[in-house]
């Protein structure tokens, strides 16, 4: 079992930046994908950005491609999403995910464990 704790949510202006962080125990997640998904109030889970095990492959939505950027330590048992330039509309609860396959996942479903959010609001 992978139990996954983030941190680093709050409450930014438009255009500010704020960093995420996904602390990961119980495993060692050297060897799976990890992802950040968003839930805004009313809205679907949606993907945002997904790394491979070594970090050398990423993947983002294009709404946040440019101004978002993920990373991790595998030897810190961590994965980070540095988000700069933020608008209103980024608001959500954001979730770290981690699959246990060494590639990257676009797709919600293939994530077997997920932690329990952290908030981020971005106010105009």
């Known amino acids: 079992q992978v139990q996954l704790a983030e941190s680093g949510g709050g409450l930014v202006q438009a255009g500010g930046s704020l960093r995420l962080s996904c602390a990961a125990s119980?495993?060692?997640?050297?060897?799976?994908?990890m992802g950040w998904f968003r839930q805004a109030p009313g809205k679907e889970r949606e993907f945002v950005a997904t790394i491979n095990w070594s970090g050398s492959s990423t993947y983002y939505a294009d709404s946040v491609k440019g101004r978002f950027t993920i990373s991790r330590d595998n030897a810190k048992n961590t994965v980070s999403l540095q988000m700069n330039s933020l608008k209103p509309e980024d608001s959500a609860v954001y979730y770290c995910?981690?699959?246990?396959?060494?590639?990257?996942?676009?797709?919600?479903?293939?994530?077997?464990?997920w932690g329990q959010g952290t908030q981020v609001t971005v106010s105009s």
């Open positions: 995910a981690a699959r246990s396959d060494i590639a990257y996942s676009t797709r919600s479903g293939s994530y077997d464990y």
């Open positions: 119980g495993r060692r997640i050297s060897t799976y994908g």
